[in-house]
């Protein structure tokens, strides 16, 4: 039997998605109070069980979306030690780049997202993205190296969560394959926006926004 992933707390739209994926059949029940502003609301997933022929019953009731708080801003010296990050390239004209093991890619113009992490030594890794001149080992070397990165954005670390960004960003851009994911079983770790959206993270369901923004120029 499939594994039933765990949806409490998500979105409901994203819960079906998930389950979808899963092949689980799915049956919604929606507590919300009959007076509530839908225009205001988002149904959110708040209890979850397993029926014995695998159909899973979600319970949704609408809430109020939370503002967005406003992220802080700061320098490189000023990063935190550890975190799971975004590095953003922007390409304002197409790019041809022989990329290690990955071989000759061609880059379309717009912006790219490159997801990272580090339990430890964060700074020093982002330090390295920003530099042009170092020696070329990861994949996304070859590119910060050719392209200079504007910025990072960092989420707390949590294990698994650089896989889990990644594989969320897919669903919001193209995915160039394999890149930055020799060592996991990701489609890859670099993403081309769909739209070039200065504040894409708001389009993410199953993460808050991020904890800092890191200027890297």
């Not at 409901?12 to 092949?23: D, F, S, T, V, Y």
């Not at 390295?128 to 070329?136: N, Q, S, V």
């Not at 989420?155 to 960004?165: I, N, S």
């Not at 993270?201 to 890297?216: C, D, F, H, M, R």
């Amino acid at each position: 039997m499939n594994s039933i992933p765990d949806c409490v707390a998500y979105p409901l739209e994203q819960a079906r998605q998930c389950l979808k994926q899963a092949g689980l059949p799915a049956l919604i029940t929606d507590v919300t109070p009959s007076d509530a502003s839908s225009p205001y609301t988002q149904l959110r997933v708040i209890k979850q069980t397993c029926a014995p022929d695998g159909t899973v019953h979600l319970t949704v009731a609408a809430f109020i979306p939370q503002p967005r708080a406003e992220i802080a801003q700061i320098s490189l010296c000023e990063s935190p030690g550890s975190g799971v990050y975004v590095l953003e390239i922007i390409l304002s004209s197409p790019l041809e780049l022989s990329v290690g093991s990955l071989g000759s890619i061609d880059f379309e113009p717009g912006r790219y997202l490159y997801v990272g992490s580090a339990k430890k030594g964060l700074r020093a890794r982002l330090q390295r993205h920003a530099r042009r001149e170092k020696k070329l080992h990861w994949h996304i070397d070859y590119l910060s190296a050719t392209v200079a990165s504007t910025r990072a954005l960092v989420w707390p670390w949590a294990a698994g969560r650089e896989c889990r960004l990644a594989s969320e960003l897919a669903g919001v851009g193209a995915v160039i394959p394999r890149f930055g994911a020799s060592g996991c079983a990701c489609e890859g770790h670099l993403v081309r926006l769909r739209n070039n959206a200065d504040d894409w993270w708001e389009q993410l369901t199953s993460l808050p926004p991020p904890l800092k923004i890191v200027a890297l120029s």
